[in-house]
């Protein structure tokens, strides 16, 4: 069965602080998207990871990928204010199936 | 100029009428899908039509009927709706065995009472 999973699902954090969110998949797959979503929104994406070992970065925000662990990061750096929102990653399997992780809610504190 | 547009945005309606959401991309794309985001957030694909043709079909009640009538739209029929089926749809796009990522809509709440 394929599954997609993220830890921790809800995240508080305190701004200036960093942090990472994990992304467990079961089944080989050379394609992993990070995607943000702000509350009554679309999803917007981050990053697109196509190769074991690939790492992209954008601003505070830094995505890894290690397929033969079948895990991704998304790793935050000194975190802010606007940075709070729902994240998901998701993982490309057969025929085109993009399948999502249970996504994290992050929260930021002052 | 919305790469991915979807209407309704909201559609609240009775238990056992039927409607539709539609879909249109912009993006040249040939396959499109339909994803269901439940109130815990959680993210479910539906449907994909890759050129018109059916390519995923998840374990979903026939009372949901997609129809692509060409590459760059894909709509969402649902017949005699339950209160279950209160959700966010999200439409997407992508290129067929490509890179270039997934686009999504800015869905619809569809809201049965």
């Known amino acids: 069965e394929l599954k997609v999973e993220q830890n921790p699902l809800f995240l508080s954090m305190q701004e200036g602080k960093n942090y990472t969110i994990y992304c467990n998949y079961s089944?080989?797959?050379?394609?992993l998207y990070w995607y943000r979503q702000d509350p009554g929104k679309s999803l917007e994406s981050l990053f697109v990871?196509?190769?074991?070992?690939a790492v992209k970065q954008e601003g505070r925000l830094m995505a890894s990928l290690d397929t033969k662990a079948r895990l991704s990061t998304l790793h935050i750096t000194a975190a802010v204010h606007d940075l709070s929102a729902t994240y998901f990653c998701?993982?490309?399997?057969?025929?085109?199936?993009?399948?999502f992780g249970t996504g994290t809610r992050l929260t930021i504190i002052p | 100029d919305t790469a991915v547009s979807q209407t309704p945005k909201y559609l609240v309606t009775q238990m056992g009428n039927d409607k539709s959401i539609k879909c249109e991309q912009n993006?040249?794309?040939?396959?499109m899908y339909w994803y269901k985001q439940d109130s815990k957030k959680f993210l479910k694909i539906m449907f994909s039509?890759?050129?018109?043709?059916?390519?995923i079909n998840e374990t979903v009640p026939n009372r949901f009927s997609p129809k692509s009538p060409d590459k760059a739209h894909l709509n969402l029929h649902i017949n005699s709706l339950e209160l279950g089926d209160s959700a966010v749809y999200f439409c997407?796009?992508?290129?067929?065995?490509?890179?270039?990522?997934?686009?999504f809509g800015s869905g619809t709440r569809l809201t049965v009472v």
């Open positions: 997407a796009s992508s290129q067929w065995d490509r890179d270039y990522g997934y686009t």
């Open positions: 089944t080989t797959s050379d394609r």
């Open positions: 990871l196509l190769s074991n070992g």
């Open positions: 998701a993982v490309v399997f057969g025929n085109e199936k993009l399948t």
């Open positions: 993006l040249g794309h040939d396959t």
């Open positions: 039509y890759n050129n018109k043709e059916l390519i």
